[in-house]
Every structure is written in structure tokens, then in C-alpha cells.
């Protein structure tokens, strides 16, 4: 069987670098192409990409979709910084190649993608539900990718199950001091020297708690989920938003 032409862009960058050996270890991949930033997208036409794993940063990841759906390149996503703006222009392209797929993980570890689905089906049966994310302070973003799915999807659940507003009795607060407000879900953000992704999902009723924690110790836990974007990626035209429904969780 051939084997799938991958690219990565992004290439030197914590992530991408730890993707270009995960792909090159791969034994039904073949690596034709590792951009960083400055070098030309022609590379990937030129060296036959089927699918481009794009871990860029926010500012650069909208032209380089735009490049390769154009070019009938699936793409793989990990970078954040997605907004309803940006996933309606990239439908909008997509609509034009029909063909082409293009995954967008907010996060490719497992045990991230386990943590949303927990905190999706826990979040109705609480009267309060707060997010922190912890990560390392070279992070470009706040709050991560990963943390504002995480709230979109507890907000999405409790809405469709009626759940009355979450008890807050703050009246005055520094500017900040209560997170960002993500559909009604608090959404806190730390920055810390040591670590590298995090979360925990803090959910509060009569008398209890429940505390649903994840921790990426290394850039490897995202690696299987990556691999299985690509090998997924290129049976599923138009938009997949999430790992899990390459992981039959939905
Ligand atoms: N979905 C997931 O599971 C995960 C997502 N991420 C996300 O991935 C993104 C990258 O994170 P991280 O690796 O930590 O960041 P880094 O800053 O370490 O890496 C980003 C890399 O992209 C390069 N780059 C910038 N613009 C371009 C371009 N136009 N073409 C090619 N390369 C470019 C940068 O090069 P230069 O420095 O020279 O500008 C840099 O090497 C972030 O959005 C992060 O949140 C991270 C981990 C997991
Ligand atoms: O920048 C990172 O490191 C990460 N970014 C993603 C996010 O913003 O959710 C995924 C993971 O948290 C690591």
C-alpha cells in the first residue's frame, strides 16, 4: 500500500518538531515537507502533500489553510485562535473543494478529548462549573483552544438541559478576578514556568464537588491523535470540528 504524503508546517516549533518525528516513525507515512515560518507553501505542491499538519500559531494558520484547500491539501489542525468568523471563512473555502477535509482539534490527547466529554455530560447535574487551564508562559493565547471548547460545550449542555444561571453573588471585582466569561462558563488562566498543558474542570453542587483533571506531561500525548487526523483525515471531506468524532465518542 502507498504510503500518505505529510507535510508538517510548523516544523520547528515545540509541537510541530515533536509531529515531524511522529510522522516520520510512522510506517504507512512518508514526511515530504517541514516548513517554519519564511519558507513558501509552493514546497507542499511541489513535494506532493496529501495532507498538511498545521501547527503554526493564530496569525498564520488562516493563509495557510487557504493555501492548501485551494490546493486540495487536507489539513490537520492544532492550532488555535478559532472563532466563528474564522470557521465560516474556512467553510466558505472548503465549499469551493469539495473534496478536501480539514480536521481542527483543540487539543489531540486522549485524555483531553475525554476530559470535555466528562465535563459535557457532568455539567447539567451541577449548580456551578468553573475552568482553569494551567500552561507554560511561552504560550501566544489565553485562554487555550482547549479551555474555551471545553466551556462551549459545558454552556451548549446545560442550556439544552435547562439549567438555571450559575449561583455568583460578586458585586464588586478587580477586572479579571472572576476569568473570562465563555457562555456563561468562568474560564481561568495560569501561566507557569514547569508546566505544559493542563486542566481542570471544577464542578460544585449541595455539599460536593467534582474535579475532572487533565495534565500533558509531553508534547508525545498529542502525538496518536495527530497520526490519527491524518490517516482519518482524507475519507472525511468538509469540516470535522474535534478529535472525538474520529474517536466514534459522539
Ligand atoms: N491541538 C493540540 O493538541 C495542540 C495545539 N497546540 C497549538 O499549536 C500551536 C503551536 O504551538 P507551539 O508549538 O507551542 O508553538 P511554537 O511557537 O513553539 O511553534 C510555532 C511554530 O510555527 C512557526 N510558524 C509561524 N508561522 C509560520 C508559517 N506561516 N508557516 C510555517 N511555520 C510557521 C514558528 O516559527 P517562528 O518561531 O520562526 O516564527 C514556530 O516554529 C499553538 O496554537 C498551540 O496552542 C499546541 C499543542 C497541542
Ligand atoms: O499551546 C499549547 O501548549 C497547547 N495548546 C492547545 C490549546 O490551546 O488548547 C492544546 C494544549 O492545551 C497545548
Known amino acids: 500500500m502507498s504510503k500518505l504524503r505529510v507535510a508538517v508546517l ?13 510522522v516520520e516513525a510512522a510506517e504507512d507515512m512518508e514526511l515530504v515537507a517541514a516548513l517554519g515560518s519564511g519558507d513558501k507553501l509552493e514546497t507542499l505542491v511541489v513535494a506532493g502533500a496529501q495532507v498538511a499538519v498545521e501547527l503554526t500559531t493564530p496569525a498564520s494558520v488562516m493563509g495557510n489553510l487557504d493555501f492548501c484547500v485551494r490546493h486540495g ?21 472548503l465549499a469551493q473543494s469539495p ?7 483543540p487539543n489531540f490527547s486522549i485524555g483531553a478529548v475525554l ?73 481561568h488562566a495560569v501561566r507557569l514556568r514547569g ?30 491523535g495527530i497520526l490519527l487526523g491524518v490517516r482519518r483525515v482524507v475519507t472525511a471531506p468538509g469540516l470535522t470540528f474535534g478529535l472525538e468524532h474520529f474517536l466514534d465518542l459522539k
Not at 10 to 22: D, L, N, Q
Not at 99 to 105: M, R
Not at 198 to 215: C, K, P, W
Open 10 to 22: 510548523g516544523a520547528k516549533g515545540r509541537i510541530g518538531s515533536e509531529a515531524v518525528r511522529a
Open 73 to 93: 491539501i487536507h489539513g490537520v489542525v492544532g492550532t488555535t485562535g478559532w472563532t466563528e468568523d474564522r470557521l465560516a471563512q474556512l467553510k466558505g473555502w
Open 99 to 105: 473534496e478536501t477535509g480539514v480536521l481542527i482539534a
Open 115 to 187: 476530559t470535555m466529554k466528562f465535563a459535557e455530560v457532568a455539567a447539567p447535574y451541577f449548580e456551578s462549573v468553573e475552568v482553569v487551564e494551567l500552561h507554560h508562559p511561552n504560550k501566544v493565547d489565553a485562554p487555550s483552544g482547549t479551555a474555551t471548547r471545553t466551556a462551549q460545550l459545558i454552556a451548549a449542555a446545560r442550556e439544552k438541559a435547562g439549567s438555571v444561571p450559575q449561583p455568583d453573588a460578586t458585586v464588586t471585582a478587580l477586572d479579571g478576578a472572576r476569568g473570562a466569561d465563555v457562555g456563561g462558563v468562568p474560564v
Open 195 to 224: 508546566l505544559l498543558a493542563h486542566q481542570e474542570v471544577l464542578l460544585g453542587g449541595e455539599g460536593e464537588t467534582l474535579t475532572i483533571r487533565h495534565d500533558s506531561l509531553h508534547h508525545s500525548s498529542f502525538m496518536p
